[in-house]
């Protein structure tokens, strides 16, 4: 490719989006396996991929424009993104430890009810079921679990009463 065909342009101006597309599009394998050298998954490796081209689009202006150049300064980027990734990783973590422990404090009741009743909720229409569930087990008042839901308290209220009455159908004629 002679020098007029490049789409690189000279250093004083910043590459245009088909320069940038192209930078990016020669990235994208090396960065890739960049990424799948230092973290577990291939999920998050092609999502670090990701966010490090977002960077790069961003900061397009400051990308320099010699190809090695190019490669070095990505690969920085690339670096910052890992980084990132990794505090975001153990602050997961962290989280989910704190979680388990707080889990394993609570005294938790059987909250698997019988199977009858189980039925029984899933006949009801998901609103009717929804607004059940947010009142008998999670402890809202039923106006509350109407706004949940999207609904007024008056109707609420309403389909409250009704849902009740159709469980109770359901739950005396299955015995």
Do not use: H
Not at 13 to 36: G, I, K, N
Request: no cysteine.
């Amino acid at each position: 490719m002679t020098s007029e065909t490049t789409p690189r342009m000279n250093s004083a101006e910043p590459p245009t989006t088909l320069t940038m597309d192209a930078l990016l599009s020669e990235l994208v394998p090396d960065l890739l396996r960049y990424f799948l050298s230092r973290l577990d998954d291939r999920e998050d490796a092609a999502d670090a991929v990701a966010d490090t081209l977002l960077v790069l689009w961003k900061k397009r202006r400051a990308v320099p424009q010699e190809p090695e150049d190019t490669r070095r300064y990505a690969f920085g980027i690339a670096r910052n993104v890992l980084s990132s990734w990794r505090r975001g990783g153990r602050r997961r973590n962290a989280l989910a430890d704190r979680l388990r422990a707080t889990v394993q404090d609570e005294t938790v009741t059987d909250a698997s009810p019988d199977i009858d009743l189980r039925a029984a909720l899933r006949r009801l229409s998901e609103k009717d079921r929804e607004l059940v569930l947010l009142v008998a087990w999670d402890g809202f008042t039923v106006a509350d679990a109407g706004r949940i839901i999207g609904v007024s308290p008056d109707a609420a209220r309403a389909r409250y009463a009704r849902a009740r009455t159709k469980l109770r159908e359901m739950l005396t004629s299955a015995g």
